[in-house]
């Protein structure tokens, strides 16, 4: 058909073929399918369409107020795509950043005794909607500059920046069909690193703020050392929880078999060697091998006066030597302790450096690794001199694109580095 005949409405048709070059792509597909000679043309036609299609935007951000942790108001942000010329809702992601004091998060200040986060929730879809329209959730340095972008100057505060970034990532993983931390090593540039181990869970075993617990740390978690699957690691720490509860029910009746609010028992011990046979039983009643298939870390109280540690209202205070010193002595035969966590203040650098050194020359204790939270991750050749490791959570960097930086830093120096997210 000559195009001088042709309708208005058939050029316009002509032309939109033309423009992406429909009928040379579907001759391409439709002669691969008679190559193939599929079960399921449709399906193979489907899967080979698919790869020809745009790739997913973000199209709409939602922001809602939900219940964290002790019924504490926190926001939640959902990311919807364009998928296949469909909006669709991809995943949603929430924050646990405190309150940001400069931020009004509620205009009620009487809402939840002045924690709402209402105010916020409108500036998700108002403000961070124009921003990152458009933009693949893949790109999250893209999405995380735009995000930082707006933070400051629309007041809409860390917590909301911090879920919306999350949502992103999650996005990204679930769109790609990966698991959000396969996601994340991939955004780290180093997938081959062997040095990159899966998430290991780490689960509170004993709450010793709990009532009747006299220990002078604040908590003893639980966490696998072989590198099996997350669903087995989970397994493990699971069955070693439960079985914990029985043995402190068994030992000192069923009122400390109650978790506290940190998920934790807290039965009426002061000394850690009490602590260690009580999970030593429980390990044996779950078939489980302690020190060899799961390891234990201990939290320190990490907070310090001026004048020294108040580990114990009765003891007054500490010294830093004390503080080693009693570390030392508590630690003592306990091949189960893998890890001491914020052992110590983090503005006592020096007391990390000699807690350090006196755990690797105690051939008892060489394994045991000390790892900050606490201490500020600004210079890491200072945190490296005074701990082995360091843990980096999300929330702490705000997006995830600057926990991902920090985590690359930390990387380059002798730190055990470990990711995590507890808002997730």
């Known amino acids: 058909m000559a195009s001088n005949s042709m309708t208005p409405e058939a050029r316009e048709i002509m032309a939109y073929l033309q423009k992406y070059n429909l009928a040379d792509q579907l001759n391409v597909v439709v002669n691969k399918l008679c190559k193939k000679r599929s079960d399921d043309p449709f399906g193979f036609l489907a899967s080979r369409l698919h790869n020809l299609a745009a ?75 124009p921003q990152l329209g458009g933009i693949e959730p893949k790109s999250q340095a893209e999405c995380d500059a735009a995000l930082s972008k707006v933070a400051g100057a629309q007041s809409l505060g860390n917590r909301t920046i911090n879920a919306a970034s999350i949502a992103i990532c999650k996005s990204a993983a679930r769109l790609g069909e990966v698991e959000c931390f396969t996601h994340v090593r991939s955004l780290m540039e180093d997938v081959k690193d062997p040095s990159f181990a899966i998430p290991r869970p780490m689960m509170q075993l004993i709450d010793c703020r709990g009532p009747g617990c006299n220990l002078f740390f604040r908590e003893l978690l639980v966490f696998p050392l072989k590198s099996k699957s997350f669903k087995k690691q989970l397994e493990w720490c699971c069955t070693l929880h439960h079985q914990l509860g029985n043995v402190v029910s068994q030992r000192y009746g069923g009122t400390f078999k109650i978790p506290t609010k940190s998920g934790g028992y807290a039965p009426p011990v002061s000394d850690l060697s009490q602590v260690l046979k009580l999970i030593g039983e429980a390990a044996d009643a779950g078939g489980l091998s302690l020190g060899e298939q799961i390891g234990l ?53 020096d007391g990390w450096a000699k807690l350090k050194i006196a755990l690797m020359n105690d051939k008892g204790l060489s394994n045991i690794i000390t790892i900050t939270s606490d201490i500020p991750k600004s210079d890491l050749k200072k945190v490296e001199k005074a701990a082995g490791g360091a843990s980096l959570d999300f929330a702490e960097f705000v997006t995830v694109s600057g926990a991902i930086k920090i985590a690359k830093a930390a990387k380059e120096t002798k730190l055990v580095t470990l990711v995590s997210s507890s808002a997730e």
């Open 297 to 349: 870390a201990i939290s320190g109280e990490g907070g310090c006066w001026s004048a020294g540690y108040l580990v114990k209202q009765k003891e007054g205070l500490k010294s830093t030597e004390d503080m080693v010193k009693m570390y030392i002595s508590t630690l003592k035969g306990s091949s189960a302790v893998h890890a001491l966590i914020d052992p110590l203040a983090p503005t006592d650098l």
């Open 55 to 129: 790739p997913p935007v973000i199209s709409k951000i939602e922001g809602r107020e939900v219940l964290g942790t002790c019924a504490t108001p926190t926001i939640e942000v959902d990311v919807h795509c364009k998928v296949d010329d469909n909006i669709k809702f991809i995943a949603r992601g929430t924050t646990s950043l405190p309150p940001d004091g400069k931020v009004v998060s509620s205009p009620d200040a009487k809402r939840y005794r002045g924690l709402g986060v209402d105010g916020l929730v409108n500036g998700v879809s108002e403000v961070l909607q």
